[in-house]
């Protein structure tokens, strides 16, 4: 669903269903946005998450990023340290992620 709603609004969106997917695909192909699902299978949410925070750490434009969790913010927070920019409870609207995405991305320049 995430997929056709952010194809619909313009968006190139590449999709990964597990972490170690996912690192694979930050690490080969530059990025302007990820979202992230901290409940990826494996467990491998966090370590994406950490990738994330390296590249921010080291590149000088680094994607903003979006973490949804089942977790509230606190709980999630608590577990994983610093969320990025932007954090998203499930359930959510897929078209209210868009916007959020496109807001971002804008302020971004």
Known sequence: M???CFREAGFDATEAST????LEILK???LDAAVLDLQLPNG???AVLEWLR???EQASTSPVWIVI???DQDEATKRYG???SHFLAKPFD???LVAILKELLSARG
């Open 2 to 4: 995430l997929r056709f």
């Open 19 to 22: 972490g170690g997917a996912a």
């Open 28 to 30: 080969r192909t530059p």
């Open 44 to 46: 491998q949410g966090g």
């Open 54 to 56: 390296q590249i921010g």
């Open 69 to 71: 969790s089942a977790l």
């Open 82 to 84: 610093c969320l990025g």
């Open 94 to 96: 897929p078209w209210q």
